[in-house]
């Protein structure tokens, strides 16, 4: 079997560059979202090149585009999905125009850069790319290549991928997907991770609510529900539930310990394989506070107090107080056992309840697939040195919504950044931006995926 050449590597960046400056433009901050602006861009772009997308419009200006290159069937869809949609900006803290979409030193500055309409951008080059070689070359696909850019992720109401699962199922289902959150490379000591988002957190969201005897606020008494509640949210501040670590934790912090070495790798080593040292406190363990955060809350299940709502009158004490907490769950966590857990570590002498507003299941995904040792293999020619790992993303994408169509959903969207800057420091920040170099590097490396992928599995 003879493949053909691959594509002019400068013009597929600079394709990238182009259509993320365009796609910038367009203000799709989310609410409102206007993605339909996104979607018939890039419908527009499809056409011209030869292929007809399906556009759907979930809602009046909520638009969804779907566009396929047909393999010989021989093996299943890959997916390659993202979300057009961006969060608002504080204008006035910005240096540029966030919906400019300007160059400069050699970053491309907007609302969007890296979350996520940079990584739209090298899908819509990869897979016209991929559609070029395919119609002109003969490239021999074995799987169809599926591309969506979908609305409604950052401010979820359901108007995205969530309602195209649901409802046009066929057009989305794929035997794998790549998405947003891994493939970035991060500069830990002197050695460069690439995470791969293979799992993610589930999410709980609930009202803690406290009740009191309500009152004159003359008469100071015990049973005040504003008191109950201080006591509680405290405690839960310092309350710490059991470790857990899932397979991609295990995968990750093995190969973070490894790559980082010397006394902080063997004291995470020794962290993860010995049960007894569970209870130590991360930062004890791992010199950066930050990482030390980030180890901690892909291997516990975490609760934070976020929103307070008491009283309405300075001299009247209230029956009830509200705390809102935002809890993050590991696979195999239930909303249940959470709050089991909860009322346990509270003890029984504050009266409070728990009531849930909204959860979603944490996800995990193998990664002794063909697709994952790809990715390894393709990252590690890129750059030999580079060490990556699978991750347990901690927010919620919209991978749980792509996982309900069966398919193994990967956070792979590679971009090689300089040390110093951090994909994680800069999404959803002002003067968001990305280096023209990232994208010119990781468009070819997600080239490479997944023509390969597609040919050859
Ligand atoms: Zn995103």
Known sequence: MSVP?????????????????????????????NEMLAAEYIAR??????????????????????????????????????????VPVERERWTMDPF??????????????????????????????IARSVEREGLPLRRDLILAATAD???????????????????????????????????????CFYPIQTAEKGNVWMRMVARGRPGHASIPQADNAVVHLARAVDKLARMR??????????????????????????????????????????????????????????????????VLRAGYKTNVVPSSAEATLDCRTLPGSTPDALIEALRQSLGNDLPVEFEVDSSGEAIEFPFDTPLFKLIERTLKQHDPQGIPLPYMMTGATDAKHVAKLGAICYGFSPMQFAPGESFFEMVHGHDERVAVSA???????????????????
Not at 442 to 452: I, Q
């Open 153 to 191: 992720e950052e401010n979820d109401t359901n108007q995205g991928i969530g309602i195209l699962v649901e409802k046009h199922p066929d057009l989305l289902r794929a035997e794998y997907a790549l998405s947003e959150f891994g493939g970035y490379s991060l500069h830990i000591g002197n050695r």
């Open 241 to 306: 539930l059991p470790a857990r670590i899932t397979p991609t934790s295990r995968a990750f912090i093995a190969g973070l310990a490894e790559g980082i070495g010397g006394g902080q790798g063997i004291a995470l080593r020794a962290w993860l394989d010995m049960d007894a040292l569970r209870e130590v406190p991360l930062h004890r363990l791992v010199g950066d506070p930050g990482l030390a955060a980030e180890l901690y809350a892909v291997t516990h299940d975490t609760v934070v107090p976020t």
């Open 45 to 86: 772009v499809l056409r011209a090149a030869g292929v007809e997308p399906v556009v759907i419009e979930t809602a009046p200006k909520r638009g969804n585009v779907i566009a396929r290159v047909k393999g010989d069937g021989r093996a299943a869809p890959l997916l390659l999905y993202s979300h057009t949609d961006v």
């Open 439 to 457: 994208l010119a590097w990781g468009v070819r490396v997600l080239y490479e995926v997944v023509r390969d992928f597609c040919v050859t599995v």
């Open 5 to 33: 050449p691959p594509p002019n590597w400068q013009s597929l960046a600079d394709d990238t560059v182009r259509y993320l400056r365009d796609l910038i433009r367009l203000d799709t901050s989310n609410p409102p979202g």
């Open 100 to 129: 400019g979409g300007e160059v400069k030193d050699g970053f491309v500055y907007g609302r969007g850069a890296l979350d996520m309409k940079g990584i739209t951008a090298m899908q819509l080059a990869v897979f016209l790319a």
